[in-house]
């Protein structure tokens, strides 16, 4: 498997706090790949060490085949769209794609001025005077039409309304279908990744809770509820991700390779919503179990 | 990359070409009128005109253009170091651009030289080019008044302006890494820039190249003033005094511009009927009788009393050290002056590369 991201147990470090640690993760190629996770997972710290922006404090990671950052032909194959997409306030939308064909040596000018035009984006308005919606397709058409082979796209319609979210998905959707890029976004809005993504990853306190083909893990992963029951007496090929339990009732969510044969479950299928919160608050679970609690004193 | 640098700087050019074209066109104006006056009134004036009030009209003639032309060029290296060095890094930090600038594929010290480069270069130049009006514009006035060396002066002509841009531009551009916010940035440039400017004027700058020394006896102040600066005959017309000391007969310094102590003054002192010269010692001559009096004729002291005093400073062995900077050594200041806030500001684009690497991944 050809892989577009990989780390090594990759850390960042500001000062003395940890944004990203003993982060180690595998991405393959042509996916669009969601990154989810709790704020302060390290999200952001890891895209902006894929593209280059940050250099890991400890660890390794390697962009495809090559170090992030480090050659104008590395930095040419990541495409790379901030959080809140910033622009130059006092460039025009054509200045700005001026600036993407004097500096990047592949670049589609023919493409930029389509999508430019589809959007109905005036040439001469300021980048300023854009609206966010606008500044993020803006954005996207810059990383696009350097036709890189991956594009990175941190938390990109976090602050766009519900419309404008939609179009910019769209519009990245149709890239994908044009070139074949591979994507990787980071989001908190799953609804939002479950509309475009074929592959998840789950980042809770740098580490990987959960990461596959979305397909894959929403056929693997099934909520059973029946009557009451103690978990641990469940087949060895089912892992309990999460169980809630009320006098007589259980509820579970279980992986499983194989199809769950016990009549006495009632078996419905997970939505990604359902899966991300499960792995999300297990990862929590055990970030508190791990501290000391509190004891009484006699 | 260049074009990209250029583009992003294009508001800041315009302003600046505006000041240099205004600056060119109205020493175009009034430079040649200036100049004409000077060559035919002020340079053949000979001994039977009234030399003093011609250069006066002279030196009033365009009066408020002089007050207006002359701190341009104080100003403007620190401008160019605020407006242009400053926000070259931090802006790009505080507005989140540098996202966007960073991941194009152009590494990021190919960014920083081409934009550091091109900006400096350009600051350099509009230093230069207003420099080289303004010299021509006030060479006249500058013949007259002689003060070409005076820090005033010597810090607007020539090619100084062009070392101070660089030095202020590097400075800006370092506050900017190492502050990272454009407005503080700024401060801190103009108040770093004018101290160390200023400093460098006063404490470092007449002495770039060691000064002449020369030493004479101390003369007394007449009733028309200061004396003449002693050793007249080697001190020259536009050479610039960098000090004047008074030393007694072993050669320590007991005072400074032609007078001894803290106040500067020259004092005698009748003790038992014994005048002494206050602060070095007791008279070894003999003083004329005091019958009416210090006060002579005119409220002044007699002139046999001064005879006496300036004969009693001489046998003391009290004399005056004076150290210049002859008018010829111009150039060669000028030169050194330039060359070492050239190198300074090299050194300081040497740290802001380096901290940019550091402290911005």
Partial sequence: MNAIVETGAVGKKYGRQWALRDCTLTIPAGKVVGLVGPNGAGKTTLLQLAAGLLTPTSGTITVLGGQPGTSPAQLAKVGFVAQDAPAYARLSVAAHLRMGDWLNPDWDGELAGHRIERLGLDPRQRAGSLSGGQRAQLALTIAVAKRPELILLDEPVASLDPLARREFLQSLMEVVAEHGTSVMLSSHLIADLERVCDYLVVLVASRVQLAGEVSELLASHHRLSGPRRDPGTLPANQEVIEASHTDRQSTLLIRSDGPVLDPAWTIRPVTMDDLVLAYMSRARDAETSRRPGLEVVR | ?361
């Fill in chain 2, 1 to 361: 990359m260049i074009r990209f640098a250029w583009l992003q700087a294009r508001t800041q050019t315009a302003a600046a070409v505006a000041v240099l074209a205004a600056a060119a066109v109205l020493a175009a104006v009034t430079g040649p009128r200036l100049l004409h006056f000077y060559d035919t009134v002020v340079a053949t004036c000979g001994p039977h005109n009234d030399c003093a009030s011609v250069t006066t009209t002279f030196l009033s003639s365009y009066r408020l253009l002089q007050v207006i032309l002359q701190p341009t060029l104080l100003v403007l290296p620190a401008l160019i170091g605020a407006f242009w060095g400053a926000p070259l890094v931090a802006r790009e930090l505080e507005t989140g651009t540098f996202r966007l600038a960073w991941t194009q594929s152009v590494t990021r010290q190919r960014w920083l030289a081409v934009k550091f480069a091109l900006a400096g270069l350009a600051g350099m130049a509009i230093a230069g080019l207003l420099s080289l009006i303004l010299t021509w514009w006030f060479s006249s006035i500058d013949q007259v008044q002689l003060n070409r060396l005076t820090p005033g002066v010597f810090g607007v002509r020539g090619i100084t302006p062009i070392g101070y841009a660089a030095f202020a531009f590097a400075l800006g551009v370092t506050a900017g890494v190492l502050i990272r916010r454009t407005i503080p940035a700024m401060a801190a440039t103009l108040v770093v820039f004018t101290g160390i400017r200023l400093a460098f004027s006063v404490w470092v700058e007449p002495y770039l190249i060691a000064p002449l020394r020369v030493t004479a006896a101390l003369v007394m102040p007449t009733a028309n003033g200061p004396a003449a600066t002693p050793g007249a005959s080697a001190i020259k017309a536009g050479d610039l005094v960098v000090s004047e000391q008074v030393i007694n007969a072993a050669g320590r310094v007991i005072g400074a511009n032609g007078g001894i102590g803290p106040n500067g003054e020259i004092g005698i002192q009748v003790t038992h009927g014994t005048p002494s010269l206050r602060g070095v010692g007791a008279c070894p001559n003999k003083f004329p009788p005091l019958g009416g009096g210090l006060r002579g004729s005119g409220g002044q002291p007699p002139a046999d009393f001064n005879a006496a005093v300036q004969e009693c400073i001489n046998r003391l062995g009290v004399r005056e050290v004076v150290t210049y900077q002859p008018l010829s050594r111009y150039w060669p200041l000028q030169w050194d002056e330039t060359l070492i806030f050239t190198g300074l500001a090299i050194v300081l684009a040497g740290l802001s590369f380096w901290q940019f690497r550091r402290r911005l991944t």
